[in-house]
C-alpha cells in the first residue's frame, strides 16, 4: 500500500495547525524525491484515522489522521458536542482539563472553543492539574461530560483524550466515569460524519475559567479522607515523575497532617520529555532511583510516586533487614482494601471491587469482613460503575478511594490513604510489611509476576491470542489447566472482551489480553500458596513456594507463546 497524494494534499489543506502542515508538506516533497523513510511514514499516518473508543483517543503525536494532532482533535471535539447536543439540547456543560505534555493545553482550548461555539457550557480548567482533579469537576459541577488531555504515563511522543460522562447523559452509577459502550460508538460515529474541519465554528471567548475554589474542594475532600489527629510522625519521599501532581498531591499531605514529605526534586517540576526516565511510568524499571536515593539520604518511612497525570499511585517500604522494595499493584490493592473493610463493615454495607486481572486476595478480604465483592473488566470506567462501591482497585497501580466524589483512579487520594496506613501501622509497632505478612498468614500468598510483550508489528498480539484459543495449552508449571474461558464470548456477570483465562487444578490463575492503550500483549499470572495454620512465622516460607511456582507459569507460558 502507497500513500494517497491527493488525499495527503487535502488533508494539509484543512490542516488548522500550519507547524503539522508543514510537517507534512516536507515529508510529502520528501516522499516524491525518493525518500522511501518519508513515503514509509506518510503511508502509516494515512492507513487510517485514530480510533475513537472507550479510551478515548491516545496515539503519538505528528500530522495526520493517524496522529494526536489539532485537525483530529478538533473533529473529536465537534463529535462530542454534536452527541451531548443530539441527547440533551443546547446548554450542555463540559468540563475540561489538561496535563502538561505537548499540546495539552491548545487541545483543551480548542475543545472549549468548539463547546461554546456549538450551544455548550464550557469550563476549562485554569492550568495543568491532575486527572483526578478533572473526573471530581465532572460530578463537582453536574456536568454533563468531561474531557482531559493526557496520555498518563505514556512515552513522551503520545498524547491522548479522555472523555467522561455525567449529569443527564448517564445514570447516578456512571455520572463521572469514562465512557463506555454505546457512547463511544455514538460518538465515534458523530466524529465520522464530519468532513471538513474548516467548517467546524470554534469560538474566539466565551468559556469560563474554573476557580481555585473547585481545587480547593478537591484538596479537602482528599485530606478528610484522614481523621483529624490520625496522622503520625512519617518522614515521606514523595515523586510527581515530571507530571502535574506535586503540588495538588504536597497540598493534600499536608493538610491532613503529614507535614515531612520531601519531593524528588529532580522530577517535581511538569517535563513533557520526561528525561530521568526510560518511561514515565512508576512500574518501569529504574523509575524509582532517584526516589529511592533521597528515601536512604533521609531515612524516609515510605516512598510514594504519582504518575504524570497523578492518576497512578506507586510505594515502596524499607524492608527489615535493609533497602528497599517496590510493592506491586496488588499488594497496594489489598492493603488498602483491607484498610477501608472494617469501617464499611460497620456501617453494615459496602463493595469492594477489582478487574479480573487483578489478585483474588481482594474477594477474600471483602468476606472476611462481611462486605460484597465484584469482579470486572479491566479498567476504571468498569469498575467505577459498581453499584454501592466503597472501594476499587486494579493492579497497573489504579486505585479509587473516594468513588462518590471521584469516579476513577486518584493517585493523589490513595497517597494520603496509605500515608494514613503507614502512620498508623506505626503507631502499634507495626509496618506495611507486618501487614502483608498478615494478609498472607489469613489469606494465603497470592504471589503474582507478569509477562508483558511488547510489539512493533501489532499483527503478532492477534496470533498470539489465536493460538491461545487453538487449545494447545494444556498445563502449567505441572498441573493441567481445568478451566479454559474465552472472555470475548462474554458472560452474565462480564461484557465480551478480547482476552483468555485459564485456571490450573492446582489453582493457578492466567489471564492474557492485548493492551488497550499500547502496543503490548499483557499477561496476568497468579499462583496461591495457603500459610500453614495462618502461622505468621511461616510466611516467608509459603511466599518462597509461591514466588517459585508462579515464575514457573511463568516460564511455560512465554515458552508456549515462543517470546
Known sequence: MRYDEGYIQSWIEDDPDPITAKELTDMLAAAKGGDDGAAAELTDRFSGTLQFGTAGLRGALGGGPNRMNRAVVIRAAKGLC????????????????????????????????????????????PRTLPTPVLAFSVRDLDADAGVMV????????????????????????????????????????????????????????GWHLIGEDLIDRYIERAISLVPKGRAGSLKVVLTAMHGVGAETCMRALNGAGFDDVHLVAEQA?????????????????GALDLSFALA???????????????????AAIPLRGGGWRQLTGDEVGQLLGEQVAPLAALRGEGVLACSIVSSRMLGKIASSHGLNYVETLTGFKWISRVPGLTYGYEEALGYCCDPQYVKDKDGITASVR????ASDLADKGLTIEDQLDYLSARHGVHATNPLTVRVKDLSLIGEAMAKLRGGGLSELAGSPIVSVEDLSEGSKDLPPTDGMRFITEANDRVIVRPSGTEPKLKCYLESIVKVPDQDLALVAQSRDQATERVARVRADLAAFLGV
Do not use: W
Not at 271 to 281: A, I, R, S
Not at 297 to 314: M, W
Open 296 to 314: 536512604k539520604k533521609i531515612g524516609a518511612d515510605l516512598i510514594i510516586a504519582n504518575d504524570p497525570d497523578a492518576d497512578r499511585c506507586s
Open 82 to 125: 454534536n452527541y451531548l447536543k443530539n441527547s440533551i439540547g443546547d446548554g450542555f456543560v463540559v468540563t475540561i482539563g489538561y496535563d502538561a505534555r505537548h499540546g495539552s493545553k491548545q487541545f483543551a482550548e480548542d475543545t472549549a472553543a468548539i463547546v461554546t461555539a456549538s450551544g455548550g457550557i464550557a469550563h476549562l480548567m
Open 418 to 421: 496509605l500515608c494514613l496506613l
Open 269 to 285: 517540576e511538569p517535563d513533557p520529555e520526561f528525561p530521568t526516565v526510560n518511561f514515565p511510568n512508576p512500574e518501569e524499571p
Open 150 to 205: 493526557t496520555a498518563s504515563h505514556n512515552p513522551p511522543q503520545d498524547n491522548g483524550y479522555k472523555v467522561y460522562l455525567g449529569g443527564r447523559m448517564v445514570d447516578e452509577a456512571g455520572r463521572g466515569a469514562q465512557i463506555v459502550e454505546p457512547h463511544d460508538a455514538g460518538i465515534a460515529a458523530e466524529i465520522a460524519r464530519i468532513e471538513r474541519v474548516a467548517d467546524i465554528e470554534r469560538a474566539d471567548s
